[in-house]
């Protein structure tokens, strides 16, 4: 079993800044042997791919969306994967979802992750 908790989360105005953070929680299993990812969902829209990272963190890929504003990070040692927020625009607000994947495969479909947090709320103001 895996508990993902994310935080992080507010009000910005645009043009600034978050850092969302995704804590964790594997049964016998090493967290680095899960691909980590990071999706989500503004009012009315279906949840949209952000990032991903790999399992030693070697590899990264971004959405277009945010891709140059944006970058997925991890720290193995903490159990924990980060999602720093630069430039932030009032199109990116939405409910931010941490998400594992047990394969490893790292990639921006969400059926391929097993393991959804519950979210954490970003609302930027213009």
């Known amino acids: 079993q895996v508990q993902l908790v994310e935080s992080g989360g507010g009000l910005v105005q645009a043009g600034g800044s978050l850092r969302l953070s995704c804590a964790c929680a594997t049964s016998g299993r090493t967290f680095s042997t899960f691909a980590m990812g990071w999706f989500r969902q503004g009012p009315g829209k279906e949840r949209e791919f952000v990032a991903t990272?790999?399992?030693?963190?070697?590899?990264?890929f971004h959405g277009d969306s945010v891709k140059g504003r944006f970058t997925i990070s991890r720290d193995n040692a903490k159990n924990t994967v980060y999602l720093q927020m630069d430039s932030l625009k009032p199109e990116d607000t939405a409910v931010y979802y941490c998400?594992?994947?047990?394969?490893?495969?790292?990639?921006?479909?969400?059926?391929?992750?097993?393991?959804w947090g519950q979210g954490t709320q970003v609302t930027v103001s213009s």
């Open positions: 998400a594992a994947d047990r394969r490893g495969a790292a990639t921006a479909r969400m059926t391929t992750y097993d393991y």
């Open positions: 990272i790999s399992g030693l963190g070697h590899y990264t």
